[in-house]
């Protein structure tokens, strides 16, 4: 139980191009999710965190029209990078929180998204 | 401020036991967690405490004294594959779990 599936896991985009990246909680649902971006032997830094039906939270220093982030239901979350640039190469990945009665507040991982722009 | 300490990097042999120690100030506490992250892939759920006290879940097992903000993982039996970074998190209360930087762990033979 707990899966996060995340797609895609490896995308390669021009520069100028929009990629969407979706986060689906399988069998628990995720009123929260979250969205992280890591470089390589770096940790994990959290971008920003998306509650179903309302307005993400990000962070300071993380564009909000630069990554659109959508949580229309309570199983599926997108982050889309638009206009990507070279410098948005990263590794994203998302979890979910499963706050039912199983859940004790874990965030489950998607398995990432490797994001290479050219 | 909220901060969680843990040592960036750790050797050890195949076959021993080894604890990764992790500190943290938070402005709340709802619960420590323990994720394992292999390069290039995600992290996967380890370990969860919220009271103090020890929690053994098969060679791991996490344990936690809040008076001190202190936790450890231990990992017995070290195997080869258990080379990897080892985060320790805490969840504030609030929305947000706040992660540690990671512990590398190289297990050599």
């Known amino acids: 139980g707990a899966v996060v599936s995340q797609h895609p896991s490896w995308v390669i985009c021009k520069s100028g191009t929009s990629v969407k990246i979706e986060c689906r909680s399988l069998?628990?649902?995720?009123?929260?999710m979250f969205w992280y971006r890591q470089f390589p032997k770096q940790s994990l830094m959290l971008m920003a965190t998306s509650n179903e039906g309302s307005k993400a939270t990000y962070e300071q220093g993380v564009e909000k029209d630069k990554f659109l982030i959508n949580h229309a239901s309570l199983t599926l979350s997108t982050l889309t990078v638009t206009s990507a640039h070279p410098e948005d190469s990263s590794f994203y990945i998302c979890?979910?929180?499963?706050?039912?009665?199983?859940?004790?507040?874990?965030?489950?991982f998607g398995a990432g998204t490797r994001l290479s722009v050219l | 401020g909220q901060n969680i300490d843990q040592p960036t990097e750790m050797t050890a042999t195949e076959g021993a036991i080894v604890q990764i120690n992790c500190t943290y100030q938070?402005?709340?506490?709802?619960?420590l967690f323990w994720y394992q992250q292999h390069a290039g892939e995600a992290p996967t759920f380890l370990s969860y405490?919220?009271?103090?006290g020890l929690e053994e879940k098969g060679r791991f097992s996490s344990f936690l004294s809040r008076s001190k903000g202190y936790s450890y993982l231990l990992l017995k039996e070290l195997q080869m594959k258990d080379s990897a970074s080892y985060l320790c998190?805490?969840?504030?209360?609030?929305?947000?779990?706040?992660f540690g930087a990671g512990t590398r762990l190289f297990v050599k033979a």
């Open positions: 998190a805490v969840n504030n209360g609030g929305f947000k779990t706040i």
């Open positions: 069998d628990f649902q995720a009123t929260t």
């Open positions: 979890s979910a929180r499963d706050g039912g009665g199983r859940g004790k507040n874990i965030q489950y």
């Open positions: 405490n919220v009271l103090d």
């Open positions: 938070t402005s709340g506490f709802n619960g």
